[in-house]
């Protein structure tokens, strides 16, 4: 019996596939587009893992508005900028190599081929696409400027930081009247701004919740938000009525940054917070070679989750080019 060996040398370059070709200086095992959380955590997972690996970021983290994050086991209250520099620097201890820059463009033959904005074309052998997703917030005066700070959307992210104070909930997305059940949760004085919904438009399952969770109706657009002092005291209408808040929860519309993935044809599927690609339990694509991870892939994602999915999405790729070059090597 013909007995086939396939190894991997130290600096993490695959001895069949990539330090016998000469031209291995844009080559990698992996390429993962995007530095946040899911796709730091992928990066951690491959280069531990002796592959060649390449992350491209933007530097542009959905979450840099935030001073915080919470509910992460080990980094509660840690700032978003730091938790991300630890992880740029964990992944450099491996081999891992990160380039500021933005992929533009993607194609796919026997390897992924992918295009940055500075010029630079990178092939890679599995491709991981973990560019999340972009918050459109309703355009009222305020609410972008203070996003993040006392303009909030997640009571599981702000919540214990602001409970008991005077929350207000801006009607801006199908999910308001949820969102403002949620957040009695950490406050008995919650107010639910229709803004532009009409009475009508709630549901009398609506109404019987909101009143046995305490939250006020509000009708009335809301012109914008009164701040004092650099702090947020209050919510205008354009009757010109002001609402004493001090805090004020909106649901931002979200929009999946899933574009590359629909390049490769990635099938994709509607949900109420927009389209996301079709995954298996560990964020591979209907692409063979392709995953995904983080917000790229669902809006609730959080950054435990986020990570978790890089780690999940990197050890099935590991796996997958183990097994694939036993295969190639067993049939050549």
């Not at 990160?98 to 010029?119: C, I, K, M, P, Q």
């Not at 438009?201 to 909101?210: K, P």
């Not at 591979?284 to 994602?301: C, H, I, K, Y």
């Not at 986020?306 to 694939?324: E, H, K, P, W």
Request: net charge negative; hydrophobic share 45%; aromatic share 6%.
């Amino acid at each position: 019996m013909e007995v086939v060996t396939v190894t991997r040398n130290k600096d993490n370059k695959d001895d069949k596939n990539l330090s016998n070709d000469p031209n291995t200086a844009d080559r990698y095992d992996v390429v993962v587009v995007g530095g946040g959380a899911a796709g730091l955590s992928a990066a951690l997972v491959l280069g531990r893992s002796r592959l060649r690996t390449l992350v491209v970021d933007a530097g542009e983290p959905r979450n840099a508005p935030s001073d915080h994050m919470q509910g992460f086991l080990t980094r509660d209250g840690m700032a978003p900028a730091e938790f991300l520099a630890l992880g740029r620097e964990e992944i450099a201890r491996y081999g891992v190599e990160l380039v500021r820059d933005r992929a533009v463009d993607v194609a796919r033959e026997e390897d992924f081929t992918v295009s940055l904005a500075g010029g630079r074309s990178v092939r890679a052998r599995r491709l991981v696409v973990t560019t999340g997703l972009k918050d459109e917030l309703p355009e009222v005066p305020g609410v972008a400027e203070r996003f993040g700070r006392d303009v909030l959307h997640c009571p599981f992210c702000h919540g214990w930081e602001v409970r008991d104070e005077r929350f207000g909930v801006l009607a801006a997305s199908p999910m308001s009247v949820h969102q403002a059940l949620m957040v009695s949760g950490w406050s008995d004085d919650v107010v639910l701004f229709l803004h532009r919904v009409a009475e009508e438009e709630l549901s009398d399952e609506d109404l019987r919740r909101l009143a046995a969770a305490g939250v006020k109706v509000v009708p009335g657009e809301v012109a914008g938000l009164r701040v004092e002092e650099d702090r947020l005291t209050g919510v205008r209408l354009a009757d010109g009525t002001v609402h004493d808040r001090s805090v004020v929860f909106v649901a931002p519309k979200a929009v999946p940054q899933t574009g590359l993935m629909e390049r490769l044809g990635a099938e994709l599927q509607e949900t109420p917070f927009g389209a996301y690609p079709v995954v298996d339990a560990t964020g591979r694509t209907s692409v063979p070679g392709l995953w995904t991870a983080g917000n790229a892939l669902g809006f609730a994602e959080q950054v435990i989750h986020a990570a978790s999915g890089g780690y999940r999405a990197a050890s099935a790729i590991v796996g997958d080019l183990i097994m694939s070059d036993l295969d190639a090597a067993i049939a050549g």
